[in-house]
């Protein structure tokens, strides 16, 4: 049995919504499933993100690892299958999953992320990895294109946003969205899901993938550690490590730091604000 963390329970129970609160009502006897399933032996406190509990475990051979168990939506529907095509390579390593019930054994990392290095080591990490991990996406990935049509009908509609703002966004979804690319695109690669290893020094965790084009996904790396005066910078940095098409880059970080806007709120509100705002064309 596994303690399920406080904060994580309530936060969840807070949504009020019915899947996610059957989920955790039923995280313990998932996690008894699949301890015994992979003679796992629990070895230290559960963590939490946002939508998953990850439990430090040990495999029958003492080897440690982690068991995450994961609420199923949209976003997290491939991470198992980016990780098996990574294969290690630059992100931390699957040793076992079940699709169906959102649950994965993952190799263990070391508990320091890429928001301890200073922030232009950081980028550079975080863009070499960018593009080390750019591959083909299988077919059954959802894509950009499916995704800029659904904001191209949102947006409009979005309250509290300046027209001009949700003009363009609409425009660069109805021009780029179509012909966006296939590649598989990690948009949730920010500097706390990049973690120190031991046998390479930064690996990424908890990906969010669709297939698209390789300049979408750079909004994150922008609004994790907010420099106001250095959006430009930091984004002319990515696009130079990623050898990416600036002005397309350019394009789906604003569209990107709309979105945010639009449906977000507190801090994330305000620096997609800020982002969109710098990034908008004059």
């Given at each position: ?181 296939d590649e598989m695109v990690n948009e949730d690669q920010h500097f706390d899901n990049i973690l120190a290893g031991d046998r390479e020094p930064w690996l990424v965790i908890d990906p ?55 449906d977000a709120d507190g801090w994330v509100n305000d620096t997609c604000q800020a982002i969109a705002t710098t990034l908008a064309a004059h």
């Amino acid at each position: 049995m596994i303690r399920i963390p406080k904060d994580f329970t309530d936060t969840v129970l807070s949504w009020g919504d019915d899947d996610a609160t059957r989920w955790l009502l039923g995280l313990p006897e998932l996690a008894a499933e699949y301890l015994d399933r992979w003679d796992l032996t629990p070895d230290g406190a559960p963590l939490n993100g946002f939508c998953s509990v990850v439990q430090p475990v040990r495999l029958p051979d003492g080897r440690p690892a982690m068991l995450k168990l994961g609420l199923l939506h949209e976003e997290s529907e491939h991470e198992w299958l980016a990780l098996s095509l990574w294969d290690g390579d630059g992100a931390v390593r699957l040793l076992a999953h079940d699709a169906d019930d959102g649950v994965l054994l993952l190799e263990r990392l070391r508990p320091e992320c890429l928001t301890s290095q200073p922030i232009e080591q950081a980028l550079v990490i975080a863009g070499t990895l960018r593009k080390r991990l750019r591959r083909p996406a299988p077919h059954r990935m959802r894509t950009l294109r499916a995704s800029a049509a659904r904001w191209a009908e949102k947006l409009p509609r979005a309250e509290g946003l300046p027209r001009r703002i949700i003009d363009e966004a609409v425009d660069h979804c109805r021009t780029l969205g179509p012909v966006a690319l296939d590649e598989m695109v990690n948009e949730d690669q920010h500097f706390d899901n990049i973690l120190a290893g031991d046998r390479e020094p930064w690996l990424v965790i908890d990906p969010k993938v669709l297939a698209g084009d390789p300049e979408f996904g750079l909004a994150t790396l922008l609004w994790n550690r907010f420099e106001p005066d250095r959006v430009e910078h930091r984004l002319a940095t990515l696009v130079e490590i990623e050898e990416l098409d600036a002005a397309k880059a350019r394009a789906w970080t604003f569209v990107s730091a709309v979105v945010n806007w639009a449906d977000a709120d507190g801090w994330v509100n305000d620096t997609c604000q800020a982002i969109a705002t710098t990034l908008a064309a004059h």
